[in-house]
């Protein structure tokens, strides 16, 4: 079965401080690979997304995330972070031959000090 | 364009009550899902619906929940009777084709007395 192991609970990062958001996943197949955001009172947004090509990819708001194929990780990263990006961020995972579901993880809460 | 909307933005009942949570997609969008996140757990899968059909509904807890979708527009998810353990918060997702991207609404918080 698939599985996402986000591993870091909470982060603390000051603001312009560099950020990585550590995600690996346990899958068969060659996966679909999603960066969410919940801030707070939000829905979940789309950071970006992995689906096949160019295993470095770039989404909204100057994240990036790479693809791992031999370490099964598909980091989230950001080279300075705003007091903005404070909120929860989840990585999910979905099969490249069809899905239906989402396997997410269980969430980074991002703290972002002064 | 409007997003995924759902409806209400928080409900709180007690025990043994029904409640009926509410989808709106993204027009256009012939795939919705339905997934909960339970307090300190994962967000976790419910159902797909393809336009009105049910198309994996592996996800759903038990029979005291029930979803339908009828004429592939929005949808409902209700709950009856509520429990302590149904609390929680309910996301409804929308995307066009089967495999694409998912668009989430905000999500419905539950809270079940």
């Known amino acids: 079965a698939q599985s996402v192991t986000q591993p870091d609970i909470h982060i603390t990062v000051s603001e312009g401080a560099s950020l990585e958001l550590r995600c690996n996943y346990s899958?068969?197949?060659?996966?679909?690979l999603f960066w969410y955001v919940q801030s707070p009172g939000q829905g979940l947004q789309l950071l970006l997304k992995?689906?096949?090509?160019?295993?470095l990819v770039q989404g909204i708001k100057g994240f990036e995330a790479e693809f791992k194929r031999s370490q099964s990780s598909f980091n989230l990263r950001k080279p300075s972070v705003h007091w903005s990006d404070a909120a929860e961020y989840f990585c999910?995972?979905?099969?490249?031959?069809?899905?239906?579901?989402?396997?997410f993880g269980k969430g980074t809460m991002l703290l972002v000090s002064p | 364009e409007a997003g995924v909307t759902q409806f209400p933005s928080h409900s709180v009942i007690e025990k043994g009550q029904t409640v009926t949570l509410r989808c709106d997609p993204i027009?256009?969008?012939?795939?919705l899902y339905w997934y909960r996140r339970v307090m300190g757990k994962e967000i976790k899968f419910l159902l797909h619906?393809?336009?009105?059909?049910?198309?994996?509904e592996s996800g759903m807890p038990n029979n005291r929940f029930l979803a339908e979708r009828t004429g592939g527009t929005y949808s409902t998810l209700k709950v009856q009777p509520a429990e302590l353990e149904d609390s929680g918060v309910y996301f409804c997702?929308?995307?066009?084709?089967?495999?694409?991207?998912?668009?989430f609404g905000p999500g419905t918080r539950l809270l079940v007395l």
């Open positions: 997702a929308s995307s066009q084709g089967y495999g694409e991207t998912q668009y």
């Open positions: 899958y068969g197949a060659t996966p679909y």
């Open positions: 992995y689906f096949s090509g160019d295993t």
């Open positions: 999910a995972v979905g099969s490249a031959e069809g899905y239906s579901t989402l396997t």
């Open positions: 027009s256009g969008h012939d795939n």
């Open positions: 619906f393809v336009k009105e059909s049910k198309q994996d």
